[in-house]
């Protein structure tokens, strides 16, 4: 039973035995009013007494309520506080959690886009790399045309040292065969041999027309019209591989035409090579 209904027992009990007082003071004071009158006083001060009793009890039971309930609610006001912080704080974190999502997908749309990137930057990357290794597939090719080519240039270059051996051997002997004619002729009954045109000295330049390597003979497109005269001498060369093949020596002139023996034979005569009189 609670406090409250412990004093409104006492009460009830108390209100109870001043009535059974009045009745039984009404009965008792025709016999004896003294006597009950003194007894009902007694039993007046000790409902009194219990009386106060019960109202102290009471204001001190109301005193812890009244305590109670201002510590309830400051406790409730605590906790209103706290809910009320506690549904901000679940209001923020919704609203950074609705952010953080939208982050979430801008980041997920950037990461596409540098997938794509990535994937462009991939392509292009291999683009290069093929390029490179074109590059240096060119660059060794390159590197073995110019091996090839040098190589033809010193074989060109001892060609042109061992032609002008022979050229200067050869005016060696055309000097000592002059030098003979002249001795000769100044002998007594020898007749003066006839004059032999003189090889001209400007540059010719043509193309083999017909050509036997087996039998070493070949024609040029070049004539007496050009200036072509008997015993010239013609070098033929490559020129797409800039290489020297031979040497033509003139014994047949026409008008358009002469044709010859080959000699210092480097490579295979072929139709629409380039022949000249002089290397410059």
């Not at 001892?158 to 051996?165: C, G, P, R, T, V």
């Not at 193309?207 to 007496?224: C, P």
């Amino acid at each position: 039973m609670s406090t409250l209904g412990k004093i409104l027992t006492v009460l009830v009990v108390l209100v109870s035995i001043a009535v059974g007082v009045l009745v039984t003071t009404e009965v008792v004071l025709r016999e004896n009013w003294r006597q009950r009158y003194e007894e009902q006083a007694r039993h007046s001060e000790k409902a009194l007494e219990q009386r106060d009793t019960a109202f102290r009890q009471r204001d001190e039971t109301k005193g812890k309520w009244d305590a109670d309930a201002a510590l309830k609610q400051q406790q409730i006001e605590t906790l209103s506080n706290q809910v009320a912080l506690v549904t901000n704080t679940n209001a923020t974190l919704r609203n950074e959690n609705e952010n953080q999502e939208k982050r979430l997908q801008e980041l997920v749309t950037a990461l596409e886009g540098l997938k794509e990137s990535l994937a462009k930057e991939v392509a292009q990357r291999d683009a290069w790399r093929k390029e490179r290794d074109d590059a240096r597939k060119e660059k060794d090719d390159l590197l073995a045309m110019y091996t090839q080519l040098e190589a033809k240039h010193r074989a060109a270059m001892a060609d042109l040292q061992n032609l002008k051996e022979n050229f200067r051997q050869t005016a060696e002997k055309l000097a000592a065969s002059e030098s003979r004619v002249v001795h000769y002729e100044s002998l007594p009954g020898v007749k003066k041999a006839l004059e032999v045109p003189a090889l001209p000295t400007a540059k010719i330049q043509g193309m083999i027309t017909k050509t036997d390597n087996e039998a070493r003979v070949a024609e040029v497109n070049l004539g007496t019209d050009d200036g072509v005269v008997k015993g010239m001498k013609f070098f033929i060369y490559n020129r797409g591989q800039n290489k020297y093949l031979a040497t033509l020596l003139v014994n047949m002139v026409s008008k358009n035409s002469a044709a010859g023996e080959l000699s210092v034979i480097r490579g295979t005569v072929k139709v629409n090579d380039h022949v000249t009189n002089r290397f410059e």
